[in-house]
């Protein structure tokens, strides 16, 4: 063949191999695209959307508990850093298991009277890739199931802020499996549980100030006056340990709040968009309260109370961040810096010792927002929520105080039940003396936080002997 | 031989021991060590509660010199850790029995 040939010969190959498929489609004749075809296309679009907002909500979530961790580890004394944050991490261990056993079922299964969900769901069981219209139509059921856990998770976490320092572990797990079937499960049924009988009442509840601020917060009160002040309180000075970690704790917890508030919308829809917004408004609103506040009072700005009031305030929005425009959320924030920052050195006149301010913070915080739901819920926002007292709609804050003083005496009750129950388990629900002075690292976890001295601790490094609690024998029999 | 052991306040540590090299002293130990004598503590807050601390932030010195040295290291370290006010601090001067050099075994006033 000649080089002309050849090289025009290139060409006309590589143009008839692109046109088979051209000419492949053509001659498949042009149908029409149907109009479910979009419809369906369209919404599978909407589920992708939606599934992946939720599942990234769910992380943030999950992220809040470590963030807890920090946030209350950093504020206890440095003897006890670890055994506060083992409280976090046991909670996401043990709730994660807890809840897809069962937990779950309880408190969104079919309802029983309203009271109490059904084992429909146990194990998992129909909580598949199909959504539960009930609850949320454009994403997995297993998706819903999974970002409900992550609040089942820190709720409990929570709680242990009141009791700081000196609460036996095992007197912590106990009441924590407790707590979930007996407070938890049974309340997020009662408010968000299709059927629940506050939610049938009208309460408005957009992600947790009931069921997961004041249930925690009542509970750590209870708690905290049930097993009593820390020693040498409130005259020792016990300062937090590290700051840097509380503030780096309120970060991920305000960061994660967005998945918390923003994903209780339960879509990537414009009601995320307002919750996300009033998040991040009132949070920012609470922290200038607290700390304008505190300057005055005390004559210098703390960090320590900069953090705070960035909680107080995304504790406050909680139950209204999807109901309520974001003027409103700087009001609820103020607000909530104001409140929080007294119920705060309340705690000092009052003399009890709830030591990370649980109650002062969730529980005032949470009660505080969600009367404020029912001043400032506007339907457009949300038009699944009601009119509050502001629209000239009365009956929605009746009905908030309604449901605050139940979920405040339910809880108060249960958790007092719970913790005689724990205590008669473990024979006391607190450290002894020299433990707690010791420290919850040393004493129950066997562990120091920080090893950072260059003096030679002693000696070891080999395998871990085990030690069995009989005869002296057993022990040097191991050892040998 | 003398120890003299000098309690300052922890800021005043750089001029004390830039005097003292000034001075041709050539090694000294120093120590964070918390304390109070007259000096009373500070205030800190913490969510409304107020705490005074009462042990104080201080910088411990050691050094050991020869018995002729021991009044100008004295005076050197008074004139630069003095401000005035209560919490400057005091110096102990002790006697040494031994003092021996690890690296060369030397002992006696040749080993400071």
């Known amino acids: ?480 | 031989m003398v120890k003299i052991e000098a309690i300052i306040r922890d800021v005043m540590v750089d001029t004390v021991k830039d005097e003292l090299n000034r001075i041709g002293i050539a090694g000294m130990t120093a120590y964070e060590v918390r304390g109070f004598g007259h000096q009373k503590g500070k205030t800190t807050t913490y969510r409304g509660a107020e705490y005074t601390a009462d042990f104080l932030n201080k910088i411990k010195i050691e050094l050991v010199v020869s018995d002729e040295d021991a009044e100008r290291v004295v005076e050197a370290i008074m004139t630069t850790a003095r401000t005035g006010n209560i919490g400057d601090g005091k110096i102990f001067v002790y006697p040494i029995s031994q003092c021996i050099r690890i690296r060369t075994g030397e002992s006696g006033k040749t080993a400071i």
């Open chain 1, 1 to 480: 063949m000649s080089e002309k040939f050849r090289s025009h010969f290139r060409w006309v190959a590589l143009a008839a191999i692109l046109l088979v498929p051209v000419v492949a489609a053509m001659a498949q004749g042009s149908a029409p695209i149907k109009i479910e075809d979009v419809a369906v296309a369209a919404s599978n679009a909407q589920n992708a959307g939606d599934t992946a907002w939720m599942l990234v909500c769910t992380a943030l979530v999950l992220l809040m508990t470590p963030g807890l961790a920090l946030f209350y580890g950093g504020m206890v004394r440095r003897k006890n850093v670890l055994g506060t944050m083992m409280q976090s991490v046991m909670a996401m261990a043990v709730i994660s298991i807890q809840w897809v056993l069962i937990g779950y079922s309880l408190a969104f299964g079919p309802s029983i009277g309203g009271v109490i969900g059904s084992l429909k769901f146990a194990g998992l069981s129909g909580v598949g890739i199909a959504p539960n219209p009930d609850y949320a139509a454009t994403i997995p059921h297993l998706v819903f199931m999974a970002f409900q856990m992550m609040f089942a998770i820190i709720t409990p976490a929570l709680i242990f802020g009141s009791v700081a320092e000196r609460m036996k572990f095992k007197a912590f797990m106990i009441f924590l499996i407790l707590w979930a079937f007996m407070v938890y499960d049974p309340l997020a049924h009662w408010v968000w549980g299709v059927g629940g009988w506050l939610r049938t009442m009208g309460a408005l509840d957009f992600a947790g100030g009931l069921v997961v601020h004041i249930s925690a917060g009542v509970t750590a009160l209870v708690a905290a006056l049930m097993i009593g002040k820390r020693r040498g309180y409130p005259d020792e000075p016990m300062p937090p340990h590290s700051l840097p970690l509380t503030v780096l704790g309120a970060g991920l917890l305000w960061f994660g709040w967005f998945g918390f508030n923003a994903g209780s919308a339960l879509a990537a829809n414009g009601l995320a968009a307002y919750a996300f917004v009033n998040t991040n408004t009132a949070a920012a609103a609470a922290t200038l309260a607290w700390v304008l506040i505190e300057w005055m009072h005390h004559g210098k700005p703390t960090v320590l109370g900069a953090a705070s009031g960035a909680v107080a305030g995304l504790v406050a929005i909680t139950p209204a961040a999807g109901f309520v425009l974001p003027w409103a959320a700087i009001v609820i924030g103020i607000a909530a810096g104001g409140v929080c920052y007294g119920a705060v050195n309340l705690r000092y006149k009052l003399g009890y010792d709830d030591s990370l301010d649980a109650f002062g913070v969730h529980g005032v915080g949470g009660m505080l927002g969600a009367l404020l739901t029912g001043v400032f819920a506007t339907k457009l926002v949300n038009a699944a929520g009601a009119d509050g007292l502001f629209y000239g709609n009365p009956i929605q804050l009746w009905i908030q105080l309604k449901s605050v003083l139940i979920s405040v005496v339910f809880c108060a009750i249960a958790s007092f039940v719970l913790l005689k129950i724990t205590a008669a388990v473990t024979g006391g629900l607190r450290l002894g003396k020299l433990d707690e002075l010791e420290g919850l690292d040393v004493a129950e976890h066997g562990e120091n936080g920080y090893n950072m001295g260059d003096i030679p601790l002693g000696h070891g490094g080999t395998a871990a002997v085990s030690h069995p609690s009989p005869a002296p024998v057993a022990a040097v029999k191991a050892e040998a």
